[in-house]
């Protein structure tokens, strides 16, 4: 899965480094930004579907992947930040915006409060865009336990342990070039000897923490907006649509196969799905 057109980047905002896949060209913009635990490279295969008619971003967030892990600053509006300054950092004023899980959540947030750097908003079933009861914050230690896609963070003691535990995950049925790519590229090993995740402890506890503080729509929002949703995904009632079909005045939904990271368990469908999308945004 490696293509030669995207390249490995790195952008210094004051002492935190951002690592990023860029597919350069001077095309449209196309930022693509992953759920909790994940890292840039799980866009591979959608990056090389629109590299040769857009410039597409896929940044490793805060805590993830090849970027800084501060001890603090998980905030929606810090990751926020991040990004824009990335922008700034590549000339980019305006973009389409992709974001998938918690971090559909972010990109309503930032939809919402700088409307104007935003061409379309792409939502790939995003975890829950309500504020939380502040009761469940007593129940997080637990979900770390019993979310499977955290089995990925480890500790393992060993390489062919861990990849073992990842081909028992929904995100890599299949292990396909492409799943196993993008795992190995989130593992390392660590000073104790064992393997386990580049993804921090304390990004995932404070990234819980911050999803529970704030809705992510409360105003309407005329951004053109696709809602993808997986037929296995997290998005399967009215009672869940319901906020997109409230606040998105421009929303277009598309079923997908596979489930939650549709992205990378039927890339073809999914990669098809976001092209046709932006292509008829285009054209408006």
Not at 77 to 98: C, F, N, P, R, Y
Not at 196 to 208: H, L, P, T
Not at 217 to 225: A, D, G, K, M, W
Request: proline fraction near 6%; include cysteine; charge should be neutral.
């Amino acid at each position: 899965m490696n293509d030669p057109a995207s390249r490995r980047q790195t952008f210094t905002r004051s002492h935190f480094t951002l690592s990023y896949l860029e597919w350069p060209n001077n095309k449209t913009p196309v930022i693509l930004l992953h759920g909790l635990a994940d890292h840039g490279g799980v866009w591979l295969s959608l990056g090389e579907t629109l590299a040769s008619k857009y410039h597409v971003i896929a940044p490793d967030l805060r805590g993830h992947g090849d970027s800084t892990k501060p001890r603090q600053g998980y905030t929606s509006l810090e990751i926020i930040k991040d990004v824009q300054a990335l922008m700034k950092h590549l000339g980019i004023t305006s973009a389409h915006i992709v974001g998938h899980s918690w971090a559909g959540k972010v990109a309503c947030l930032w939809a919402t409060k700088f409307p104007e750097q935003f061409r379309s908003l792409i939502l790939v079933d995003p975890f829950f865009i309500n504020a939380m009861p502040s009761i469940f914050k007593i129940t997080f230690p637990l979900l770390y336990r019993v979310l499977p896609f955290l089995a990925a963070m480890g500790p393992f003691v060993s390489y062919e342990a861990a990849i073992e535990q990842a081909q028992t995950l929904k995100q890599y049925r299949g292990w396909s070039p492409l799943q196993q790519q993008v795992f190995e590229q989130s593992i390392e090993a660590k000073k104790e000897g064992t393997w386990g995740s580049k993804f921090v402890v304390e990004a995932r506890n404070q990234i819980f923490e911050d999803v529970m503080l704030v809705a992510g729509l409360t105003q309407p929002i005329s951004i053109p907006s696709l809602f993808i949703q997986p037929e296995a995904g997290l998005n399967r009632t009215e009672w869940q649509l319901k906020p997109y079909k409230t606040y998105l005045q421009d929303l277009k939904i598309a079923q997908v196969p596979g489930n939650h990271w549709a992205f990378l368990v039927e890339p073809d469908s999914f990669n098809t799905t976001v092209l046709d999308f932006l292509e008829g945004i285009e054209k408006d």
